[in-house]
């Protein structure tokens, strides 16, 4: 989900030749992964434990990171 809006506001950077969008992909971008860090991850590491950390250890965070 986080990178389908990405690619949908850099899409419009693009379309529109806008680099205040692109600026503002930026800025998504860098909220998003902080919420996923700092928020999701935790509570999920609390709730699912050792099968979440195995499964983060094999699955990339993003698509290829």
Request: charged share 10%; aromatic share 24%; glycine share 6%.
């Given at each position: ?13 693009i ?46 965070r993003?698509?290829?990171?």
């Amino acid at each position: 989900m986080y990178v389908g809006v990405l690619t949908v506001i850099y899409g419009w950077a693009i379309l529109y030749q806008s680099i205040a969008v692109a600026v503002y992909g930026i800025v998504v971008a860098c909220c998003f992964y902080s919420f996923v860090v700092f928020f999701e991850e935790p509570i999920l590491k609390k709730r699912f434990g050792t099968e979440y950390e195995q499964y983060c250890a094999q699955v990339p965070r993003w698509l290829f990171v």
